[in-house]
């Protein structure tokens, strides 16, 4: 059975510094990697989708990489913002998807 | 951009209740889904729906839940007898392509079992 960890559970850094979340999943016959970000009481907004064939997506300040064989994925973040703070999930699709229980950012003016 | 849309955004029922809960997904997609989180914990998968049927199911997706698109734009999840362990956030999403393009997903409702 496919599980998700995220580490660490939360983070708080000084706005501006680069940051990185990670993610892990036990079974690698994923066809596809997601990140999302949930704000408080809200949906979650997808941020980043990798297929099984990739290495890495950007977008904008957002860098994700996948390691299939390994069952890592990181989020890397440029020049965080307070903006940025908010809950972050990984999830990842065989059957169905699974969710990681997220890392809860806070970015301190 | 076009959102998934959920309604209502909270429901209060009374145990042993029915209770359906709304979505119209994105227009052009194809493969809806529900989730549900309860609170402090994970999201969690309940049924994914394909070309008017289900296509894969959770073990939590059990008799008293059942999924219809009674038209061509409403995807509703119904639960016949809600408990009070079936309070938690739920989530419909929706995607053009199962494996190749991001879900996206509406803001939710919450349910509340009394």
């Known amino acids: 059975k496919q599980e998700v960890t995220q580490i660490p559970a939360a983070l708080s850094v000084p706005e501006g510094e680069n940051l990185v979340l990670n993610c892990s999943f036990t079974?690698?016959?994923?066809?596809?990697l997601q990140w999302f970000r949930q704000d408080p009481g809200k949906g979650l907004t997808s941020l980043l989708l990798?297929?099984?064939?990739?290495r890495e997506q950007t977008s904008g300040r957002l860098n994700a990489s996948l390691d299939k064989s390994s069952g890592r994925s990181t989020l890397y973040i440029a020049a965080s913002q307070p903006g940025d703070s908010a809950t972050y999930l990984c999830?990842?699709?065989?059957?169905?998807?699974?969710f990681g229980a997220g890392t809860r950012l806070t970015v301190k003016p | 951009e076009p959102e998934v849309t959920q309604t209502p955004s909270h429901q209060v029922t009374q145990m042993g209740q029915e209770v359906i809960l709304r979505c119209v997904p994105i227009?052009?997609?194809?493969?809806f889904y529900w989730y549900r989180q309860i609170l402090g914990q994970k999201v969690e998968f309940l049924v994914s729906?394909?070309?008017?049927?289900?296509?894969?199911k959770s073990e939590i997706f059990d008799d008293q839940f059942s999924v219809e698109r009674p038209d061509g734009s409403n995807f509703t999840l119904k639960i016949r007898s809600t408990k009070l362990e079936d309070s938690a956030m739920y989530f419909c999403?929706?995607?053009?392509?199962?494996?190749?393009?991001?879900?996206?997903f509406g803001d939710g409702t919450r349910l509340s079992i009394l």
């Open positions: 079974d690698s016959a994923i066809y596809n």
């Open positions: 729906f394909y070309n008017n049927e289900i296509s894969e």
């Open positions: 999403a929706s995607t053009p392509d199962r494996n190749n393009q991001p879900q996206h």
């Open positions: 227009s052009n997609h194809l493969y």
């Open positions: 999830a990842v699709l065989e059957d169905d998807m699974r």
């Open positions: 990798i297929q099984s064939s990739q």
